[in-house]
């Protein structure tokens, strides 16, 4: 049975998280700060680490970056805990080398996904290790260590339905050569609106896009809006972020987005156990190319807002709506495979027409990320 290593000085959630995993099977072994953790884990090289951030002698991003120094220890999948007013540390801490995040008060039934997601990629994980080259491993692992910088001014929405705010200090329209545009939708929507009351149907769409609007905001992205039930994120490089280019935080901002949708599922059928609806699934569409961040005055509220606008734009909504037809859970247009070249999956592929447009566009089903 996997071992793992669970790490916070706070005793009482310490020993309910140990509680709970060895309720599920699992051998536990805790440390109460983050350089004994350290030393937990080199010494008995658990399967998984669960860590709080804030900890005493050494907090749980030293504690990180410590392990994944460590050449024996560097590929050990982790989970952070945190508050909800931590998440500006928490996006840095995902883009540095965490594997997930679960906000306190744990809610035990997303640890438990949580944690035996983690440990099924770390089987893959291992059995694809077996077969690789040793460079291929090196890539892996320099990829881990890639770090982004906080740099974006939007703030986090809380609310569906509410704007997206625009910075201040955007005084004209900004335009870039080359972005990544990711739209995600709710494919089953207008049937889960059948079944359900007006508030059991917010209540689900708020578990689905306040978790996507963390997810998308914790892999930098740039600017996001709602595009009627449907979520619109612009990511882009700068000066700032010279690791992980826009294309990548993308991909791993799309796959996120599918765990969500697993995750809301599993909610319906916990709380709506004796009826019959529909599966709640989503569908991404990847796209790269030159976007236009068009600035609007509204002068009702005296407030101006952002649009992104351009043919990337049109061409990335128009492919989730084929994708999918197609059903495919994330498309890949072959602009954004060449900006993530060999770092993820893919399944299937094919040449979509999409409507009102004179070319087909290549695309492929992205599946994971490689090791």
């Known amino acids: 049975m996997a071992l793992i290593a669970v790490i916070d000085d706070d005793e009482t959630i310490r020993e309910l998280i140990a509680a709970a995993l060895r309720f599920e099977g699992y051998e536990v072994v805790e440390a109460d700060n983050g350089a004994a953790g350290l030393a937990m884990v080199r010494e008995h090289r658990p399967d998984l680490v669960v860590s709080d951030v804030n900890m005493p002698e050494m907090d749980g991003f030293a504690m990180m970056q410590a392990l994944r120094a460590d050449p024996a220890v560097q590929a050990t999948p982790i989970i952070l805990l945190t508050s909800l007013q931590e998440r500006e540390h928490v996006r840095s801490g995902m883009t540095s080398g965490a594997d997930d995040y679960l906000t306190k008060p744990i809610v035990f039934d997303e640890l438990r996904e949580a944690t035996a997601a983690q440990l099924n990629k770390q089987l893959m994980r291992q059995s694809a290790q077996a077969q690789a080259t040793g460079a291929a491993i090196a890539t892996a692992l320099s990829s881990q260590k890639k770090q982004l910088i906080r740099l974006y001014e939007q703030r986090l929405l809380a609310e569906l339905g509410e704007k997206w705010p625009t910075a201040d200090s955007v005084v004209e329209d900004r335009k870039f050569s080359n972005a990544t545009v990711l739209f995600v939708d709710v494919v089953n929507f207008a049937a889960l609106a059948e079944k359900l009351t007006s ?122 709506k084929q994708a999918h037809a197609a059903g495919w859970k994330i498309a890949a247009s072959a602009a954004l495979q060449r900006e993530v070249a060999s770092a993820v999956q893919t399944g299937r592929r094919k040449r979509f027409s999409l409507p009102g447009r004179t070319s087909a566009m290549d695309a492929a089903e992205l599946l994971g990320l490689s090791l």
């Open 199 to 320: 508030s059991e149907l917010s209540e689900v769409v708020h578990q689905f896009y306040n978790n996507a609007g963390d997810t998308v905001y914790l892999f930098g992205a740039h600017h996001m809006q709602f595009v009627g039930e449907g979520l619109l994120a612009v990511f882009v490089d700068s000066a700032d972020t010279d690791t992980v280019n826009s294309g990548l935080r993308a991909a791993r901002a799309a796959l996120g987005l599918v765990d969500s949708a697993h995750r809301v599922q599993g909610y319906l059928v916990n709380h709506f156990s004796g009826r019959t609806l529909p599966r709640f699934e989503v569908c991404v569409a990847l796209h790269s190319g030159a976007v236009t961040l068009a600035k609007l005055d509204d002068p009702l509220r005296g407030k101006s807002q952002l649009l992104p606008v351009g043919d990337t734009v049109s061409a990335c909504l128009l492919l989730q």
